[in-house]
């Protein structure tokens, strides 16, 4: 994980500006689709639960996330409390069998950024046309959808410790998207970016 400002979120308080909004890199954290009619059932059976509709995500207990992008496609976000283990060892240890259900690698396609403070959604409203204040965009809530020109997949992953936006989209952009979001955080956030 890479913190991109002087206010990266931490797991204990955060300075009062950090509560306001801040931004770190977390593509280097593990992550990998499934798409098919039987993904569902190849995840169930690796122990993870599923959300019930396209557009939504669900928490694992280990911190990861399953997001639901399609009637048949799956994103799953490896957890920063144990850097992607339990993820990155299933990535590597799938095995295609009978069952339809096909691995889509993401860890080289995808970008993730995540967006944290109460002003996040203030932030994105900026760069993106979909409403995601808490109240119209609940936690769990998948949106896929166009931000500072771009395809980007945003998935509110907010929790006791505030709002929090996982933020993923085509990795060749990494550095045009991450300058777009600190460009629109800089009204909110005080101090110049640390990378």
């Not at 593990?30 to 059976?45: E, T």
């Not at 992008?69 to 994103?75: G, P, Q």
């Not at 900026?126 to 409403?131: E, I, S």
């Not at 931000?147 to 996982?166: C, F, M, Q, T, Y």
């Amino acid at each position: 994980m890479t913190s991109l400002n002087t206010h990266a979120p931490s797991r204990g308080s955060m300075p009062a500006d950090a509560a306001v909004c801040s931004l770190s890199d977390l593509t280097e954290l593990p992550r990998f689709g499934l798409r098919g009619s039987d993904s569902a059932d190849a995840l169930q059976a690796l122990g993870y639960r599923l959300p019930e509709r396209p557009n939504q995500a669900v928490r694992q207990t280990d911190g990861s996330w399953v997001a639901r992008l399609s009637a048949t496609e799956y994103l799953l976000l490896g957890s920063g409390d144990d850097q992607g283990a339990r993820v990155a060892a299933q990535e590597a240890e799938w095995v295609q069998d009978e069952r339809r259900s096909y691995l889509l690698p993401r860890q080289d396609s995808h970008a993730w950024l995540q967006l944290s403070g109460i002003q996040c959604s203030a932030v994105m409203a900026k760069l993106c046309g979909v409403d995601l204040r808490a109240d119209a965009f609940a936690v769990g809530a998948v949106a896929q959808t166009s931000a500072a020109r771009i395809n980007v997949i945003a998935v509110n992953v907010g929790d006791e410790r505030g709002p929090a936006l996982a933020l993923l989209f085509d990795r060749a952009s990494l550095s045009y998207f991450t300058g777009a979001v600190l460009d629109a955080m800089a009204e909110f956030v005080a101090g110049a970016p640390a990378g």
